[in-house]
């Protein structure tokens, strides 16, 4: 299984980017996939995650700002990204859980099976 990010890269604050995420090597058509990010000297974090019906739920620095969303026919995961802050600088990673969304701790890093390299936001004031 392959996750590959894209769509990273500096940009201004109030500025917006798409992250993309396109998963192959994965069988199974329910899965829940997710967002996470790292910054300098931080641990990683859950940004979003959403399931293949399209649930979704967001850690609170990021909502009404961030819309995660995919496309199942080409197993593709996006998450855009509006408003950016300096804060939001960080190396960003998609996930893929391997079953379905656990939406009483949706942000375990444990629970994502297979992970993409990342790709890295950088958001200037």
């Known amino acids: 299984v392959q996750a590959v990010e894209s769509g990273g890269g500096p940009v201004q604050a109030g500025g917006s980017l798409r992250l993309s995420c396109a998963v192959s090597g994965y069988s199974r058509s329910t899965y829940c996939m997710g967002w996470f990010r790292q910054g300098p000297g931080t641990e990683r974090e859950g940004v979003a995650i959403i399931d293949s019906g399209g649930a979704t739920t967001y850690t609170d620095s990021v909502k009404g700002r961030f819309t995660i969303s995919r496309d199942n026919a080409e197993n593709t995961h996006y998450l855009q990204m509006n408003n950016l802050k300096p804060e939001d600088t960080a190396m960003y990673y998609c996930?893929?859980?391997?079953?379905?969304?656990?939406?009483?701790?949706?942000?375990?890093?444990?629970?994502?099976?297979?992970w993409g390299q990342g790709t890295q936001v950088t958001v200037s004031s």
């Open positions: 996930a893929v859980r391997g079953r379905s969304c656990d939406w009483y701790q949706p942000f375990v890093t444990s629970g994502f099976k297979y």
